[in-house]
């Protein structure tokens, strides 16, 4: 079979865990495994270009045989060559080009044209959700906590604050109930108004996690809203919070509802990376029994 002319249909964002398809194409990578394409999947991919999610766990079923999903990543295809993850040579949406979701595969891989199954990892794609859906109202918090450092107008986040976290995140990873985030505090961030002098991060950490309490406690609905079901099709977070529902450009997996969690916590610590001081979050979620 030729490589696939039209994107992956994914199904994950919707909070499938299963799914069937066929499989479109088979390539043998270097390091001995082999990419499966599949014409859909509910298995969620992890995105080189911004890794803060990563790969479900999964398996696929096909043939009667049971195959270890060992990694799953975003590709994309001119229809003569197979790009994954950071070999990816041009940006999503790009004109020519199929983005698709890689299943990486040791050992024999199916046949091209087979039906095949995945089944995901509900227990670890629960916790894993858990941690994103926190990670999201964690920035929210420390955006609206440091409001009032900004000596210059930057663009607002979903609540109306200056946008903290966009502006100065350096990097981001989502954990089984938990995420941890970092921020540079250097002279990029002075020159854009932020003051990080005399940080006080008691206050600051105490401010988060009130607010992280707040909305823990209204029990809100999580929904993930998708203009489409294509890899590439944009999809967004949408969260009830007291003062209405907020919503965030996301690809990745989440929490139904407020309700799911017990308590949300952040820890901040400050650290140097190269004489740049170095903001970091992590966040603990704590779900329901």
């Known amino acids: 079979m030729t490589l696939p002319a039209v994107d992956t249909t994914v199904t994950y964002a919707a909070g499938a865990v299963a799914s069937s398809s066929t499989v479109l194409h088979v390539e043998e990578l270097a390091d001995g495994r082999s990419a499966v394409l599949l014409a859909e999947t509910a298995c969620h991919p992890v995105d ?119 502006v100065a995140i350096d990097s981001s990873r989502i954990g089984e109930h938990s995420s941890t985030d970092t921020y540079r505090l250097g002279r990029s961030l002075r020159r854009k108004g932020f003051v990080g002098e005399d940080l006080d991060l008691d206050a600051v950490g105490g401010w988060v996690n009130r607010l992280l309490g707040q909305w823990v406690e209204s029990g809100g609905p999580i929904t993930v809203r998708h203009d489409g079901n294509l890899l590439t099709d944009r999809r967004h977070w949408e969260c009830g919070l007291p003062d209405g529902v907020v919503s965030i450009p996301c690809g990745g997996t989440h929490a139904r509802s407020l309700a799911e969690f017990a308590r949300i916590h952040v820890d901040l610590s400050i650290h140097d990376a190269d004489g740049t001081p170095v903001l970091r979050m992590d966040t603990t979620a704590t779900v329901s029994p």
């Open 48 to 166: 080189a270009a911004w890794p803060d999610q990563g790969a479900d766990r999964a398996v696929m079923v096909s043939g009667g045989r049971r195959m270890a999903i060992e990694d799953c990543v975003v590709g994309a295809t001119d229809g003569t060559a197979l790009f994954l993850g950071s070999d990816v040579p041009v940006r999503k949406g790009t004109d020519g080009w199929s983005f698709v979701v890689a299943h990486l595969i040791a050992g024999e891989p199916p046949h091209e044209g087979a039906p095949a199954s995945v089944e995901v990892d509900e227990t670890y794609r629960r916790a894993v959700s858990a941690g994103h859906t926190a990670c999201h109202l964690a920035s929210l918090a420390l955006n609206a906590a440091v409001a009032d450092r900004w000596k210059k107008d930057i663009p607002a986040d979903a609540l109306g604050s200056p946008n903290f976290d966009a």
